[in-house]
């Protein structure tokens, strides 16, 4: 639908609280979305972030370490087989999903006080999400038309699913890793340099390793739970940024990753969702089309820097 410019004003500077139909799609509908595109894009921009300084890897993302499937087979078991039955609705669909997140989290979290080879750590993330990933393509396998359907719009990603009640626990669980994360910009640069440089500045890599996977980790947990798992974004936004700046540094990439992760998210909702157009895009069609050209670039750009 459209929404004349001075309704939007009407409703944003004046505090519009009318109930004619404009009013209300704002407040209960676009509103909110716009809100959960900048949250959830900030985040997993910064999630991406921290799991490239972790590995050390241009492709690794927010779900490198199977957060995703995981979030994605309770989803499953909840859509396609009621294997767990909560209140229903999008809370059952919530809680499913956030106790996939939270088993593979803890897993990854056990192997990571053993692990002390970021590599490895990696490759047992890659084998659990694969693992889930299996659990997952069962489960679609043996369902109906109507489960198989619910499953697949959920795996699509949307951010028109919080609604408003919502908004502030959405906001809390993104809000709270990254508050948290300010303050270990330096020791996250330090890291950069290296094993040897980190411990010679008196840097516990343990301490460090399980920080990055912690805030991380939470970040896509609460984003998959909320939205669907929602690819490409948290990979490419960081190269980005890097890009623009031309900078590893830490205390700038944090801000610009909120920023352009943000902006990035409503770019591809505002194209999913194209004003005066009745056909609705996969978010995740939008967003792997927008973030895949400059994940090649950044790796084309860093294979031409290592043979000079």
Known sequence: MDIPLSEIKSYIVEGDTSKNTWSVILREIR??????????????????????TLFRNPLAGPYVLGISSGASLGVALWTLFGFMTFSGGVSGQLICAAIGSITVFSIILLFSRYISDPTVLLLVGFLLGTVTGGIVSLLVYFSNTTELESFLIWSFGSFGRVPKEQIGLFAIGIGLPIFV???????????????????????SLTHVRMLLILLSSSLAAV????????????????????????????FILVPACIISGASFCLLSDLIAHWPSS????????VTATLGAPIVMIAILQGNRKGQR
């Open 181 to 203: 994360s300010l303050p270990f910009c330096k020791t996250m640069n330090a890291f950069l340099m290296g094993p040897q440089m980190a411990l010679s500045l008196g840097i």
């Open 278 to 285: 009745q056909l609705k895009l996969p978010l995740n069609a």
């Open 223 to 250: 984003v998959t739970v909320f939205c669907g798992p929602i690819g490409f974004l948290g990979i490419a936004v960081p190269h980005l940024c890097r890009a623009i700046f031309k900078t590893q540094n830490h």
């Open 31 to 52: 509103i909110p979305r716009i809100l959960t595109a900048i949250m959830a894009g900030a985040a997993l921009a910064i999630s991406g972030l921290f799991m490239q």
